[in-house]
């Protein structure tokens, strides 16, 4: 710890969040003695909202290698420190395996053999090439990750400006993989929900979504560590109108691509697709969806056109939190009406699942997040920018 980030402050939100999270996760686990599946659909729909942000975060320092932006040597260190938390991720993914078939219709035997359509998925929905891809995707995930952030980490000690080709050379093909594990991770973690549901969009769906709500939370990590040292010589209204400005085109993409699987669906008029939106926009759901249209995309877009928004630190997190928590909101309603398609329900381990997950992911990111400083000191990219920012 190179002294950068408050102590005191932020060793009790570590240990806090650590204390709420696995008390949250032992009545979680007693719940699942009682409601073994509405704890895997509970457990499910947390872990889908936590695993996105640290592999959106991932997304997002492979574009910034890429790109180079002013907008990222500020949330460099946040991103990677989210990264790092991916094989704990990769821990917590283990629970699920044990209620696949509480989760999954084609993990159970009896219903894929009454079943025509499913007997023909058989080949790619089954358990042990279940868990294999997981494994894949896990390894793409956690190997760019802890490749990106040594080769950071090094630059800092040795001021090696080589590297800097070797995380652009590495974020092109990554964003590639990227694009791939997530889309198929979110086709086997939720669409085969309902395995005879299929949509073409599905995947890019997740890609903005988990890129909205890491970029989101970023910018409410980014809110709080504002005025530590060294983050603050470079930290200014420019930056987070930047940040601002990349929300407000994420919230757009993440509108653009919900809006064009429900016109695709819809217009095609198959007994197949329609009913995936039926259970979603009835029995309570609606109100879901609408809330969704609202503050998801309606209240920050209009919110994020305000120049003084995206300048205002603490206006522009306060959006960002309102995204953050409407993406929870959004995993919810894609998962819960798959086992309750004719009335809103809301289990109380749906609202403790996300607390026990978050508390351990969030003391675990903090860990990482006081290790190292929080600005990459000899990127010869951020240097030129400190400069800048001095003789300003």
Known sequence: ?????????????????????????????????????????????????????????????????????????????????????????????????????????????????????????????????????????????????????????????????????????????????????????????????????????????????????????VIVVSHQIKDERLIVQVNSPDRFHDLGNLLLSLVMLWAYMHFSQFLLVWSENLTEEIPWYLHRTGGGWQWAALALILFLFAFPFILLLSRTTKRSTRTLSQVAAIILFLHWLEIFWIVAPSFYPAQFHLHWMDIVAPIGIGGVWLATFIGYLKAHSLVPLHDPRFAELLEQAQEA
Request: proline share 5%.
């Open 1 to 217: 710890m190179n002294g950068d980030v408050s102590l005191t402050r932020w060793d009790l939100l570590q240990r806090r969040s650590l204390i709420v999270g696995f008390i949250a996760l032992l009545f979680c686990g007693g719940g699942a003695l009682i409601f073994p599946q509405p704890f895997f659909r509970a457990y499910l729909s947390a872990y889908v909202f936590w695993i996105g942000i640290p592999v959106g975060c991932l997304a997002l320092l492979m574009l910034h290698h890429l790109v180079g932006g002013r907008w990222g040597f500020m949330i460099q260190r946040v991103l990677e420190a989210a990264i790092q938390t991916l094989p704990l991720m990769a821990l917590l993914f283990i629970p699920l395996l044990f209620g696949l078939s509480d989760l999954y219709p084609w993990a159970r035997p009896a219903v894929v053999a009454a079943d025509p359509l499913l007997q023909q998925k058989a080949a790619y929905l089954n358990g042990p090439f279940f868990i294999a891809r997981t494994a894949v995707y896990f390894a793409v995930w956690i190997v760019l990750g802890r490749l990106l952030v040594r080769w950071s980490l090094e630059q800092d000690r040795t001021v090696d400006g080589t590297l800097i080709q070797r995380l652009q050379q590495l974020s092109g093909p990554g964003l590639v993989l990227y694009g791939l594990t997530v889309t198929f991770s979110a086709i086997d973690w939720m669409m085969s929900l309902e395995p005879k549901w299929y949509s073409t969009i599905f995947g890019m769906i997740f890609i903005v979504s988990y890129g909205l709500a890491a970029l989101a939370f």
